[in-house]
């Protein structure tokens, strides 16, 4: 059975990731990678997307319309697709997360590590309480790859999502074109690499993605290119599209239950991109 990882870099537009992100663009050019540009729903905010990602249909019709409002999801996705699969899930994610896919509201002492039956199977969150332009609480991106590295190889999962908001708090702080974020990518970059190669060693293919863009000034939530558009990387044989084919957020939910051969649900309607 295939395994897979969705590590999702939160907040970084298509240029950052092209013109930044050189050992990603390395194995993209010893074709280890490949890489599309994806764009997002609408609106462009973090937990809309994080919504939308997982369950494959727009704000419209599951309702998050903005970060103020986080709850149950009511809609199939992919972490309850998988555990009804018999699949093992794991997350490594900020508290959103789980109140969206797990149980809600969020329970700092109850939910913030758990190893029990439910959509997803292991979890590990962390809330960011406090965060600010000047405080941004985000974790070191090195523990939080390496949590992701313990569930695959202590608890098994055959999927697993990691989620980050330090490139995107650095963005809402500094903008992007910069000193601090050329650097803050580089080393983003830097310290996702070693783990690419321990998780490809381990069996899984890797996707690393984003959940959104962002303008100049640090926004998104609305339309554009920086706003909505990011890149793709993918780490893995499936068949897909030719390389300038825009892939669709949608699409991503049914297309990682199709990698993983698990029928995907009807409320998830956009076409798939990989193959069984």
């Not at 997360?97 to 959509?119: H, K, Q, T």
């Amino acid at each position: 059975m295939r395994k897979l990882l969705l590590i999702l870099i939160d907040g970084v537009p298509y240029r950052n990731w092209r013109r930044l992100f050189g050992n990603l663009e390395g194995w993209v050019t010893s074709g280890e990678a490949r890489v599309w540009r994806m764009r997002s729903t609408l609106p462009s905010t973090s937990a809309s997307c994080y919504a939308s990602i997982h369950t494959g249909v727009p704000p419209q019709v599951h309702r998050v319309w903005g970060n103020e409002a986080v709850y149950r999801l009511d809609q199939p996705d992919l972490f309850s697709e998988l555990s009804k699969a018999g699949r093992k899930t794991g997350a490594v994610a900020h508290s959103f997360w789980s109140e969206l896919f797990n149980r809600a509201p969020f329970d700092v002492v109850r939910d913030i590590e758990y190893d029990e039956d439910g959509p997803i199977s292991h979890g590990r969150f962390h809330t960011m309480t406090g965060y600010g332009n000047i405080n941004q609480m985000t974790p070191s991106d090195v523990d939080l790859f390496g949590t992701l590295t313990r569930l695959c190889e202590y608890k098994g999962i055959d999927y697993g999502m990691l989620h980050t908001c330090t490139l995107d708090s650095m963005g809402h702080r500094f903008y992007h074109d910069c000193e601090e974020m050329d650097h803050a990518c580089y080393v983003m970059d830097a310290m996702l690499a070693p783990f690419i190669h321990r998780w490809r060693a381990n069996g899984y293919e890797v996707i690393v993605t984003a959940d959104h863009g962002q303008d100049a000034r640090g926004h998104h939530g609305g339309t554009g290119e920086l706003q909505q558009d990011f890149a793709f990387y993918y780490f893995g044989d499936s068949e897909m599209p030719g390389k300038d084919v825009l892939l669709d957020q949608l699409a991503l939910a049914p297309s990682i239950l199709t990698r993983m051969g698990v029928a995907v649900p009807g409320s998830m309607k956009a076409p798939t991109f990989f193959t069984a």
